[in-house]
Nanobody
Framework: VQLQASGGGVVQTGDSMMLSCTTTGRTLSPDVVGWFRQAPGDEREFVATVSRRGTRKSYADSVKGRFSISRDFAKNQVNLQMNRLKLEDTAIYYC???????????????????WGQGTQVTVSS
């Protein structure tokens, strides 16, 4: 399964941006989907995840209250709405998917089987 992340770009601090994750030829509906990010020199870190039904979500502390993950089943997309962006949000953002296990949150990159190519988000002052 090949995921595609899109929506990155250059914004200023305090701005908003929405990233989207989709796949072709297959529905994302059965999968848990997560967003991760990686800044230069850093390890890939967890950002947010959403359950297959879209009802259960988990966020990294660093983005809680600013970012929101959601599923758009009609468009076969998982979106990451990012508000009040900070300089430290600058990174390549990746979406990933895996099979769902009810009641389990997956927050480690190693938990996910399928990855997109990443989209660059740059926040400038």
């Amino acid at each position: 399964v090949q995921l595609q992340a899109s929506g990155g770009g250059v914004v200023q601090t305090g701005d908003s941006m929405m990233l989207s994750c989709t796949t072709t030829g297959r529905t994302l509906s059965p999968d848990v989907v997560g967003w991760f990010r990686q800044a230069p020199g850093d390890e890939r870190e967890f950002v947010a995840t959403v359950s297959r039904r879209g009802t259960r979500k988990s966020y990294a502390d660093s983005v809680k209250g600013r970012f929101s993950i959601s599923r758009d089943f009609a468009k076969n997309q998982v979106n990451l709405q990012m508000n009040r962006l900070k300089l430290e949000d600058t990174a390549i953002y990746y979406c990933a998917s895996r099979a769902s296990i009810d009641g389990v949150y997956f927050t480690r990159a190693s938990d996910y089987d399928n990855w997109g190519q990443g989209t660059q988000v740059t926040v400038s002052s």
